[in-house]
């Protein structure tokens, strides 16, 4: 459903349009549907990117491990991985296993 659409359905009105200036003027409804509206626009530019296929792994990438793992066996595969693919952010959270359930 089209923005416009969602918008008109709601039985409030948001704002008041000036059609010879195309100035938008919000009422206290509107005001209070910003927050929403610039999260649907966060979350529309998110689905774009993860469903263009850029040929790249691109964007956040949290892995959880256990400290010791962490420590013995992921130095070189995330260094590897980092050289390899840049435009990936990369966040590494250590803790017990109990812990790393709860972050997720």
């Known amino acids: 459903m089209p923005a416009a659409s969602a918008v008109s359905t709601m ?57 010791t793992t962490a420590a013995l066996r992921l130095p070189e595969t995330l260094a590897n991985f980092t050289a390899q693919y840049s435009a990936v952010d990369v966040t590494l959270r250590t803790g017990t296993t109990q812990s790393l359930i709860k972050m997720s």
């Open 11 to 67: 039985p409030v009105p948001f704002g008041t349009w000036t059609s010879r200036s195309s100035i938008v003027t919000l009422t206290s409804s509107g005001t209070q549907l910003l927050p929403y509206a610039a999260q649907v626009g966060q979350l529309l530019s998110e689905a774009r990117r993860a469903v263009a296929d850029e040929g790249q792994p691109s964007g956040p990438l949290v892995i959880g491990s256990l400290e």
